[in-house]
């Protein structure tokens, strides 16, 4: 198990070195004079040259390369550019308000796709399987932040039970906490709920017509049971990958959420710093940003190791 | 340069009856027909717009700003009185249109390097792998942000952004297809006689990864979809006077409260639009031989 972790951790520093290439030259990609377009219209030639000399732009590529990559190492992201904060310590601020919505949107897409995905696959063809089949279909198709402003109209603005926007940390208040997740949650929980029930319906289909289903219902176990016991035991396991390659996706969603419902995490960072131009700021989100998915792929990828022996290295 | 005849003709004879069965398993989907017949007329909607909308999109009226919908204007009025059901109609044409470009921009950028990384194999191959990993290892919206920031946002900027997302799944089909079709026994044979690499990847890998191709296009057409509107709606898209349905839903935020009407036809526009591409999508994959489906 060790070696397979360690196996795990060593792919990953190829990765990483590609990614680090792949964010440093975002700056590269600059149309025109970087300087000039980080600065802003309305710039002043000082300000252009401090910028300049503040980024290193007139060195060559590969120092600049160097130079960042060792900062990042160490931790320094830079400064930005909008409010001459350390970029690392914006985003540690920002960073619990994004990890909590993505982690309640995990869990209401697993509360939602596990018995859905259960009922449809252990009964193909029926009616319900049939709904269950068209609402993942629609889940995947409405875009998120439609769900999310319908949700707003119809809980916030309608009926007012649950709060429009902002954010309370957990530590702080759980109960104000949960009611100002929930909706964001659902809204970015609901389309990896559907990509999830699609899975697990197929799994189980699979898992339910195989031998050891019909002898467990031979030897006289109750239904329950084996649906539970061996059918979803076995059908989850694909479901754990595809959990790892929802976690980019439901990263990537907070982008739209946070800003929709006013939280101040690192996707509503990255929009406004698209707006004021903060570089820095930008690649410093990206880079969090992969760290964590790569950190939840990992552990998706140990996980997996440790639920089927046979993706053991031997 | 002279090719030999008869291995080309039968492949050529294989991939036309291939292709008569794939059109006859398609025909019997019936919900992916009703889908494309949806898509065609959006788009045929979108085209002849100036004809077909009941109002000029532009054309403000500030005695009657956010209407509910009455028989005058059957999707209401936005805030400067314009009618949203034309205004709707107008945005079918960014959308569609971006949604192409995306797609069209993820094929230039996947294809060629899946090709050259499934026949060469190798260092080449173990490269571009790196890449495409690397690549998908960044959550998608936010490296759209990225892209954007640095390009400056606009609509084309955006889509450019979205392409390069996509990219990695055309890479991975291409190179795959490649990959398996370079085993053949009538490849190797096509070679052993001196055909071009050009000839063997125009004959015999293009023919065969088309189908799972269309397949993937649809799907994403969808997906392209719901990132332009994801991205016209945080501002980062379509910039106005150009307006695309997630841009109509970004700025009816703003009187949510007041006229509900503003997001909900432009939202109902790109859910039913998106599931229209992923149905059709799903038609096409059941309308493949089992031999391809088996790779999907």
């Not at chain 2, 991939?15 to 992916?32: C, M």
């Not at chain 2, 100036?50 to 209401?76: I, M, T």
Request: aromatic share 8%; hydrophobic share 55%.
């Amino acid at each position: 198990m060790l070696a397979f972790i360690l196996q795990r951790l060593l792919a990953l520093v190829p990765l990483l070195f590609i990614v680090s290439l792949l964010v440093f030259s975002l700056v590269l990609l600059i149309p025109g004079d970087p300087a000039y377009m980080l600065a802003g219209e309305s710039a002043t030639p000082e300000e252009i040259a401090e910028i300049r000399s503040d980024m290193g732009l007139d060195d060559p590529v590969l120092l600049q390369y160097a130079r960042w990559t060792g900062g990042v190492l160490r931790g320094d992201l830079g400064t930005s550019l909008f409010s001459d904060q350390p970029v690392l310590e914006v985003l540690l601020e920002r960073l619990p308000v994004t990890l909590s919505l993505a982690f309640a949107a995990i869990l209401v897409s697993l509360l939602v796709s596990i018995p859905a995905g259960v009922i449809a696959g252990t009964r193909p063809g029926s009616l319900a399987d049939r709904l269950v089949t068209l609402g993942a279909s629609t889940g995947l198709a409405i875009p998120n932040f439609w769900l999310g402003l319908m949700l707003i109209l119809v809980f916030a603005i309608w009926n007012g039970w649950l709060p429009a926007t902002g954010y309370v940390p957990l530590t702080e208040h759980p109960g104000a906490w949960l009611r100002h997740i929930l909706l964001p949650a659902i809204t970015l929980g609901l389309s990896a709920a559907a990509i999830l029930t699609r899975q697990l319906r197929g799994a189980m289909i699979d898992v339910m017509n195989q031998d050891y289903i019909r002898t467990a219902r031979a030897k006289g176990l109750a239904w329950r049971g084996v649906v539970l016991k061996h059918g979803l035991k076995n059908a989850a396991i694909p479901m754990v990958t595809i959990l790892g390659l929802q976690a980019n996706y439901l990263l990537g969603g907070t982008v739209i959420v946070e800003q929709i419902f006013g939280m101040p995490g690192l996707g509503q960072l990255a929009v406004a710093s698209v707006f004021t131009r903060d570089l820095p700021m930008i690649q410093g989100v990206v880079i969090m940003a992969v760290f964590v998915a790569v950190f939840v792929n990992l552990l998706v990828d140990i996980s997996y190791g440790y639920f089927n022996p046979k993706v053991r290295p031997q | 340069m002279s090719e030999p005849n008869a291995a080309a003709l039968d492949q050529l004879g294989a991939s036309v009856s291939a292709r008569r069965r794939f059109l006859r398993r398609f025909l019997r989907q019936r919900p992916a027909l009703y889908a494309l017949g949806f898509l065609v007329l959006l788009a045929l909607g979108a085209v002849f717009a100036p004809w077909v909308a009941p109002h000029d999109p532009l054309a403000q009226n500030l005695d009657r700003v956010l209407e509910a919908p009455s028989f005058d204007h059957f999707f209401g009025t936005d805030e400067l009185g314009r009618d949203v059901a034309s205004r709707t109609l107008f945005a079918a044409r960014i959308s569609l249109l971006a949604a192409f470009q995306a797609v069209v921009i993820a094929l230039l950028i996947g294809v060629p390097p899946g090709l050259v990384a499934g026949l060469f194999g190798g260092q080449t191959d173990n490269l571009i792998m790196r890449i495409t990993d690397a690549l998908m290892s960044f959550p998608p919206l936010i490296l759209a942000v990225a892209i954007i920031a640095v390009l400056g946002p606009s609509l084309t900027n955006a889509m450019i952004a979205v392409g390069i997302l996509l990219s990695p799944t055309f890479l991975r089909l291409m190179r795959g297809t490649a990959m398996a079709v370079a085993q053949e026994t009538y490849v190797e044979a096509a070679r052993s006689i001196g055909c071009s690499q050009s000839w063997i990847i125009t004959r015999h890998i293009l023919p065969n990864v088309v189908s799972p191709l269309f397949v993937q296009i649809s799907v994403f057409a969808g997906v392209a979809m719901l990132a332009e509107a994801g991205l016209s709606f945080l501002g980062l898209g379509a910039q106005p006077p150009d307006s695309s349905w997630g841009a109509m839903v970004g700025r009816g935020f703003r009187y949510i409260s007041h006229s509900p009407s503003l997001i909900v036809f432009p939202g109902l526009a790109i859910a039913v639009t998106v599931l229209a591409f992923y149905v059709l999508g799903d038609g096409l994959r059941d309308s493949l031989g089992r031999e391809v489906r088996r790779e999907q």
